[in-house]
C-alpha cells in the first residue's frame, strides 16, 4: 500500500490505443533512443539455461548443481517437467487471453488505483508525465489469505476464478520446492530461506501482463528495464511469442521459451538474503506490430512487514552485510510510485559501512 490514492493523469488502456488502428503511437510512449529495443538486443541464438527438473527423482545432485550454476550466472533459467499440468497451464493462458479480450466496460469494472494497484491497470508508478510502457495488466493477490478477495478477481470468463485459484495453489507448491534447493544450494538448512521469508506467512501475488499489437514496435517497450522488487518470480510466457530480454553485460538476450516451461528468476529479495551471492537481474519485454502477447508474472514475496537482511550464516568479516535490515512493504513503495527503474533501487542499498554499524 501507499499514500498515492489516485492516478496522476486519466488512464488510457493501451489496448484501445492499439485497437484504433492509428499507424502512430503517442509521444508518451516514445523511449530515449538508448532504452529502445534495438539498443544493444543480442539477436544470437544465446538464451538462458533450460533445466529438466524430471531427474529430481533420482540424480538430485545433476539437478542441483545446474540450478546453483544458473542462480550465480544468470538469475535467470527455465524449468521443464515441474509437475504443473500442461492442459492447467494452457487453460490460464487462455483464460487471461479471454479476459483482455472482454468489453471495456466489463474491465473497467475492475479498475485499479496506485493504492494497492490490484484489478486491471495500464501503468505503473505515478510519476505525472512519465513515458510509459505499451501494456495493460492485471494484478491479484493470492496470499497471505487477508488479501485474498475473490471480488477483486475477474468473474469472466465463467471459469475463471476456479482455475486462477488452482493455478496459484500448484505455483505456489512449485515455488516452495524451489525455495528448499536454493537454500541448500546457497549452503544453508533447506528451511532457511523460507523462515527468513516468514514461514508460511509470505505473500504470493499475479501479475498478468498483455502486450497488445504495436504500430511502432522499434520506438516502445511492453514493460521498462527492471528488477523484481519480490523474492523469487515464476514466469509463464507466452507460448506463442517472445518479448521477454534479459540483461547479459551490456547485451539484452531474448529469451527463447521452451514448451510448458516456467521462466524463473531472483528477486531484490533473495538477493539480500543471500547477499549478493545470487543477484536480481534486470530484463524488459519487447512488443510486436503483428502480435498481442500475454504473459503470467507470479510472485513469491517474504511477509512484507518483516525485515530482510543478509542471512547471518552467510555473513562474515571477509563477507559483511552488503544491505541493511528492510521490510518488504518498505522496499515496494520505491517501484509503485516510480515504476520500473533498472536495478537503482537494490543497488542504492548497497552501503557496507552502514551496514556495520
Ligand atoms: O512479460 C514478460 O515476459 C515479463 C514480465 C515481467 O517482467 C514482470 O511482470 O515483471
Redesign the pocket.
Known amino acids: 500500500m501507499n499514500g498515492q490514492i489516485d492516478w496522476p493523469e486519466p488512464i488510457v488502456r493501451v489496448q484501445s490505443l492499439s485497437d484504433s488502428g492509428f499507424p502512430v503511437i503517442p509521444d508518451r510512449y516514445v523511449k530515449p533512443p538508448t532504452e529502445r529495443p534495438a539498443s544493444n538486443s543480442d539477436g544470437s541464438d544465446v538464451n538462458i539455461p533450460i533445466i529438466d527438473l524430471q531427474g529430481l527423482l533420482y540424480d538430485d545432485e545433476t539437478i542441483f548443481a545446474q540450478i546453483s550454476e544458473a542462480c550465480r550466472e544468470w538469475g535467470f533459467f527455465q524449468i521443464l517437467n515441474h509437475g504443473i499440468s500442461p492442459q492447467l497451464l494452457d487453460r490460464v493462458q487462455e483464460v487471461w487471453r479471454e479476459f483482455f479480450h472482454l468489453p471495456v466496460e466489463v474491465k473497467q469494472s475492475y479498475a485499479n488505483s496506485p493504492k494497492t494497484y490490484e484489478g486491471y491497470g495500464s501503468r505503473l508508478g505515478v510519476e505525472k508525465g512519465a513515458i510509459l510502457d505499451w501494456s495493460d495488466y492485471y494484478f491479484l493477490h493470492l496470499l497471505p489469505l487477508k488479501l485474498k478477495d475473490y471480488n477483486k478477481w475477474p468473474a469472466l470468463p465463467a471459469d475463471a476464478r476456479q482455475v486462477i485459484d488452482e493455478y496459484g495453489k500448484e505455483v505456489l507448491k512449485l515455488c516452495g520446492r524451489l525455495m528448499k534447493i536454493l537454500s541448500i544450494n546457497l549452503g544453508l538448512g533447506e528451511d532457511i530461506l523460507q523462515n527468513a521469508f516468514g514461514g508460511e506467512n509470505i505473500g504470493a501475488c499475479l501479475?498478468v501482463?498483455y502486450?497488445p499489437k504495436c504500430p511502432q514496435p522499434d520506438l516502445t517497450l511492453?514493460?521498462s528495464s527492471?528488477s523484481?522488487p519480490g523474492g523469487m518470480?515464476l514466469?509463464l510466457?507466452d507460448n506463442q511469442v517472445p518479448?521477454?530480454q534479459v540483461r547479459r553485460g551490456n547485451n539484452w538476450i531474448t529469451v527463447k521459451p521452451a514448451r510448458h516451461a516456467f521462466?524463473v528468476n531472483i528477486g531484490d529479495q533473495i538477493q539480500v538474503l543471500s547477499n549478493a551471492i545470487y543477484k536480481s537481474v534486470e530484463?524488459r519485454?519487447i512488443v510486436n506490430a503483428t502480435k498481442e502477447?500475454v504473459?503470467l508474472?507470479f510472485f513469491y514475496n517474504p511477509k512484507s512487514d518483516i525485515p530482510i537482511e543478509p542471512a547471518k550464516e552467510l555473513v562474515t568479516p571477509e563477507n559483511p552485510p552488503l544491505y541493511p535490515p528492510m521490510t518488504f512493504d518498505e522496499y515496494r513503495l520505491f517501484i509503485r510510485m516510480r515504476g520500473p527503474c533498472g536495478k537503482s533501487q537494490v543497488e542504492s542499498l548497497k552501503s557496507p559501512r552502514d551496514c556495520n554499524k
Open positions: 501479475r501482463n502486450y511492453g514493460l527492471h523484481d518470480t514466469l510466457p518479448g521477454l521462466i530484463h519485454v502477447r504473459s508474472a
